[in-house]
């Protein structure tokens, strides 16, 4: 695997199940693999699970890793070619980028949506230039319109926990004071509708999510109806996509206060089959889940991030071998 970016990337999603299994059984059978290799993960924004589970995935891979907080310490770096270079930024992608892929063999890259270009954002300008000018693999940590490690330890977690061959997965939208990107809802749609499950996403009007990760999904707007029958229940926080108003792309519609029905309470819980709740975390609560739904036996909150180590032990893996 050169790059990990959308879920055709992983192949096969049983064969890819099934080595999540694998790893789980013996996280450490493959130490040999990442022998003298050095993984470079590079945060243009916060972390906790992701630069925890991932360095621990190398680790566990026998991988050295080095981890770079590019607003922490390092230069302040231009993006746009042709600028002229007079103002806070002391150096460019263009150098930056080779010199860091000299001192790594796979490269892993959170840069979350800037909401300055809906085009500059959708075409991935940031993450795209790494894979052109890094020759080497390069995985996606969070980027302005995916976050697949995320997704896929979200399709582990679900797969573990099925009580039937095919359960009913709702991605609810909830409030949250501030504008968040659509790199989650976007990767969860996408992997969800690769996958053997029956899926629903429920959001208020003006939220509608690109058709290129949406595209088959059914849409329901009522969210109680949206979650009758449910086994999965999926809430995530996300701005305005700009799909139908291109000048909303990343804005917070409504004001929140008058949103707070949408919050996941024991109110929709109660018309579900018993589901399990979900996020991907960080999660504010009594915006997007009650304490007491985030609290309950059927939170799957915390399995759902340890799955983060060994989503991101498979792509690992997978790069090693490809090496
Ligand atoms: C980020 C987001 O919504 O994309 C990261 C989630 C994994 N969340 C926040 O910025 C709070
Ligand atoms: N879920 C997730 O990616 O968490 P972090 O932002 O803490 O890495």
Same mark, same amino acid.
């Given at each position: 695997?050169?790059?990990?970016? %959308?879920?055709?990337?992983?192949?096969? *999603?049983?064969?890819?199940?099934?080595?999540?299994?694998?790893?789980?059984?013996?996280?450490?059978?493959?130490?040999?693999?990442?022998?003298?290799?050095?993984?470079?993960?590079? #945060?243009?924004?916060?972390?906790?699970?992701?630069? *925890?589970?991932?360095?621990?995935?190398?680790?566990?891979?026998?991988?050295?890793?080095?981890?770079?907080?590019?607003?922490?310490?390092?230069?302040?770096?231009?993006?746009?070619?042709?600028?002229?270079?007079?103002?806070?930024?002391?150096?460019?992608?263009?150098?930056?980028?080779?010199?860091?892929?000299?001192?790594?063999?796979?490269?892993?890259?959170?840069?979350?949506?800037?909401?300055?270009?809906?085009?500059?954002?959708?075409?991935?300008?940031? *993450?795209?230039?790494?894979?052109?000018?890094?020759?080497?693999?390069? #995985?996606?940590?969070?980027?302005?319109?995916?976050?697949?490690?995320?997704?896929?330890?979200? *399709?582990?977690?679900?797969?573990?926990?099925?009580?039937?061959?095919?359960?009913?997965?709702?991605?609810?939208?909830?409030?949250?004071?501030?504008?968040?990107?659509?790199?989650?809802?976007?990767?969860?749609?996408?992997?969800?509708?690769?996958?053997?499950?029956?899926?629903?996403?429920?959001?208020?009007?003006?939220?509608?999510?690109?058709?290129? #990760?949406?595209?088959?999904?059914?849409?329901?707007?009522?969210?109680?109806?949206? #979650?009758?029958?449910?086994?999965?229940?999926?809430?995530?926080?996300?701005?305005?996509?700009?799909?139908?108003?291109?000048?909303?792309?990343?804005?917070?519609?409504?004001?929140? %206060?008058?949103?707070?029905?949408?919050?996941?309470?024991?109110?929709?819980?109660?018309?579900?089959?018993?589901? %399990?709740?979900?996020?991907?975390?960080?999660?504010?609560?009594?915006?997007?889940?009650?304490?007491?739904?985030?609290?309950?036996?059927?939170?799957?909150?915390?399995?759902?991030?340890?799955?983060?180590?060994?989503?991101?032990?498979?792509?690992?893996?997978?790069?090693?071998?490809?090496?």
């Amino acid at each position: 695997m050169k790059v990990f970016q %959308h879920v055709q990337d992983i192949g096969d *999603l049983r064969v890819a199940l099934a080595e999540a299994q694998e790893v789980k059984r013996d996280r450490y059978q493959w130490q040999h693999l990442g022998r003298n290799k050095t993984a470079l993960l590079i #945060f243009f924004n916060n972390s906790l699970r992701t630069r *925890l589970s991932t360095q621990k995935a190398a680790m566990n891979l026998g991988m050295n890793v080095i981890v770079l907080d590019v607003n922490q310490g390092a230069w302040k770096l231009e993006t746009e070619r042709g600028v002229i270079m007079d103002g806070d930024k002391s150096e460019h992608l263009l150098e930056a980028i080779p010199v860091m892929a000299s001192y790594c063999d796979i490269i892993g890259v959170r840069s979350f949506a800037r909401f300055e270009s809906r085009k500059d954002d959708y075409e991935e300008k940031i *993450l795209n230039q790494f894979i052109k000018y890094s020759g080497r693999p390069v #995985f996606f940590m969070e980027s302005a319109t995916v976050h697949p490690l995320q997704a896929f330890a979200d *399709l582990i977690t679900i797969e573990e926990h099925k009580q039937n061959a095919r359960p009913k997965v709702v991605m609810t939208w909830a409030p949250h004071p501030k504008a968040l990107p659509q790199a989650v809802p976007n990767s969860f749609a996408e992997w969800m509708l690769a996958a053997d499950v029956d899926f629903v996403i429920t959001h208020p009007e003006g939220y509608e999510l690109d058709p290129q #990760f949406v595209c088959g999904a059914r849409i329901e707007y009522d969210q109680m109806k949206a #979650f009758e029958g449910a086994d999965f229940v999926y809430a995530k926080n996300w701005s305005c996509p700009g799909v139908t108003c291109p000048e909303d792309y990343g804005k917070v519609l409504h004001d929140y %206060h008058t949103m707070m029905d949408w919050c996941v309470s024991d109110r929709q819980m109660a018309v579900t089959n018993d589901a %399990h709740f979900m996020h991907c975390l960080p999660v504010r609560r009594n915006m997007i889940v009650t304490d007491d739904v985030i609290e309950s036996p059927r939170s799957l909150v915390i399995p759902e991030a340890a799955n983060r180590e060994i989503s991101a032990q498979v792509v690992l893996k997978r790069m090693l071998e490809a090496l």
